[in-house]
């Protein structure tokens, strides 16, 4: 069963948010995983409107998930979501990451997204616990997130271990950087996938519409799931 994941930090849609819808659209997805999603007052409606703008449904995160957001379409089925929250570093940013079990037909899968911090002190505790949270699931994986780091770091490896850098698919796909959108010169987001789950195709999308709508790229991968678990 075939899958379209973007991974995308769409900025908190302090750009151009018709780009943003036109990008999304045109790519065909059918899972989003959002960083830097509607986190604040009237956090339903704004993630319920991003969603719909996006021509997807909200299947979890928001406030709970400190901005994750996983938006799916009609085509995936939602079985159970739930949240996490890491520990505030006084004077930073709450943080947290957003998981989901879901299926397309006879296929189980599972979603996860996080935004980890930009404090080089505090971002390995983080991705030692969405580490600790994505080796408790079953069901093969598949994880979108912004880093805050480049591949090679040390939260990199630690959410990395033990699964398929999407980008390892196409040539010179880890030099496809996504950050910032004006001058590339970092991969700091990544998308990475059970090694249960095939990866056909990987591409940084880089359009005008693209260029407008966020200062991150966002990852596509198309993904080949396992039909049974």
Same mark, same amino acid.
């Given at each position: ?10 900025? #908190? ?5 018709? =780009? /943003? $819808? ?5 790519? &065909? !997805?059918?899972?989003?995983?959002? @960083? ?66 879901? #299926? ?5 899968? =599972? /979603? $996860? ?5 930009? &404090? !080089?002190?505090?971002?390995?505790? @983080? ?103």
């Amino acid at each position: 069963m075939r899958l379209r994941v973007l991974s995308y930090n769409v900025h #908190g849609q302090r750009d151009d948010v018709d =780009a /943003l $819808a036109e990008a999304v659209r045109d790519l &065909d !997805p059918d899972v989003v995983i959002v @960083q830097e999603a509607p986190r604040r007052f009237r956090w339903r409606h704004k993630c319920a409107a991003l969603a719909d703008r996006l021509g997807l449904v909200v299947a979890a995160g928001g406030l709970p998930a400190l901005g994750n957001l996983l938006l799916t379409s009609l085509r995936v089925r939602v079985y159970h979501t739930w949240c996490q929250q890491y520990p505030l570093t006084p004077g930073r940013h709450l943080r947290g990451a957003v998981f989901a079990e879901c #299926g397309i037909g006879s296929a189980r899968f =599972a /979603l $996860a997204g996080s935004h980890l911090s930009t &404090d !080089p002190t505090e971002r390995p505790g @983080q991705a030692a616990l969405l580490k600790e949270a994505l080796a408790a699931l079953r069901l093969p994986v598949v994880v979108g997130a912004d880093l805050n780091e480049n591949s090679g770091g040390g939260a990199w490896r630690t959410v990395a271990d033990g699964l398929t850098d999407a980008a390892a698919v196409v040539p010179d796909g880890a030099s496809r950087f996504t950050f910032p959108c004006l001058e590339p010169r970092d991969r700091i987001d990544a998308l990475f996938v059970d090694p249960r789950i095939g990866v056909l195709d990987y591409d940084v999308v880089d359009t005008p519409q693209t260029r407008r709508a966020s200062d991150h790229f966002p990852i596509r991968a198309d993904l080949l799931l396992p039909s049974e678990v």
